[in-house]
């Protein structure tokens, strides 16, 4: 059985995952003071939950889970208000000279996709462009594989008829 | 969208920048200070509970007029109720909070928002009742020692403060229904 109690390792892996806990609060939440906050909590809630750890899954599964489950838990205490507002504000926002890419634009146009997708469809689409597998989502959301599966292609579905409302 | 496409967009969002990431014992010292201040709140509540027993039990032992011992006994029991109803909410949650399953478990965080559902209709009708019987003892006090202009505008200022608190509570209870029907979803 893993045990992680130490400070030293607990910091390592947050600096591993920081790169998902980064995206995952983008996915979650598009407003920039919101977002950063959120991105803490969940570095936070993964500093707390390590030592709760005790391999009934892999690490990364477990640490998906936490990350996914806080970011539930930022919606129960973040209503969002006028997102529609906010997406527009986003995709209007003056580019800064190293982000005047089409690239950049195109990932800011995803970021605000996946916020507009239903929280069930969001869930399975984050962890789908982290590039888990169906197995792994399922044991991440606690819900079947068929249900996965189901999210997954209605997510891919909607996610594909707003990035072409937006071009 | 078929594989290849997906591919491509998640090698988009796999790319986009990070955020600076945070130092982790700064946000453990701000963690442990919001713990801080809702202990504090705790016992400011507490201090406020006490403070309206002592009035009570002075004003029962100097012989107070019986419309404004009633009125004190009132608003005494009214607090006394709405701390002890809020207060096995708020343990109930911070149960859940400190719960290890916290970070794993969707169905902790649909009890959360069901506690705060709770919490709201209790401020809701515990205000509605207050708001009430304020009426209904000042209309005793007109009735017996007439009509008092600078009492009346402190009143008004009072009971407007306690319609926006209502207004406040409605607007937080259906806000917190809304989330509990996205997470149910």
């Not at chain 1, 809630?45 to 690490?59: I, P």
Request: aromatic share 8%.
């Amino acid at each position: 059985m893993v045990n992680i109690t130490k400070d030293t390792e607990k910091e390592e892996l947050i600096a591993q995952f920081w790169p998902q806990i980064s995206r995952a609060a983008a996915g979650y939440e598009n407003r920039p003071a919101l977002s950063d906050e959120l991105a803490q909590e969940m570095a936070l809630s993964v500093w707390r939950s390590l030592e709760g750890f005790n391999d009934q899954c892999s690490l990364s599964t477990y640490i998906y889970r936490v990350i996914h489950n806080t970011a539930i838990d930022h919606i129960r205490r973040h209503s969002k208000i006028s997102e529609d507002e906010l997406d527009e504000a986003m995709l209007c926002e003056s580019p800064t000279p190293e982000k005047n890419t089409l690239q950049a634009q195109r990932q800011k146009q995803l970021i605000v996709a996946v916020n507009q997708l239903p929280l069930s469809l969001r869930q399975v689409m984050l962890l789908k462009l982290e590039d888990l597998n169906n197995i792994e989502m399922s044991e991440v959301l606690g819900i079947s594989e068929a249900n996965v599966g189901v999210r997954l292609h209605r997510a891919k579905e909607q996610l594909s008829k707003l990035l072409a409302g937006m071009n | 969208m078929d594989n290849n496409e997906f591919e491509q967009l998640s090698s988009l969002w796999q790319s986009t920048d990070e955020k600076p990431m945070p130092q982790m014992d700064k946000v453990l010292k701000r963690h442990n200070r919001q713990g801080a201040i809702l202990r504090i709140n705790l016992c400011i509540e507490m201090l406020a509970l006490i403070a309206v027993s002592y009035l009570l039990i002075t004003s029962a032992l100097n012989g107070l007029e019986f419309i404004k011992l009633t009125w004190i006994s009132f608003v005494t029991a009214w607090a006394v109720i709405i701390f002890i109803l809020a207060s096995r909410s708020r343990l109930d949650s911070l149960k859940q909070l400190k719960s290890q399953e916290i970070s794993t478990s969707i169905e902790i965080h649909k009890k959360l928002i069901k506690n705060e559902i709770y919490r709201w209709n209790l401020n809701i009708k515990a205000t509605w009742t207050f708001v009430l019987i304020f009426m209904v003892f000042n209309i005793i006090i007109i009735y017996q020692n007439g009509f008092e202009l600078n009492n009346l505008l402190i009143e008004a200022v009072l009971m407007s403060g306690l319609l926006i608190s209502i207004f406040f509570f409605v607007i937080k209870n259906k806000k917190a229904k809304e989330t509990l029907h996205t997470l149910e979803q």
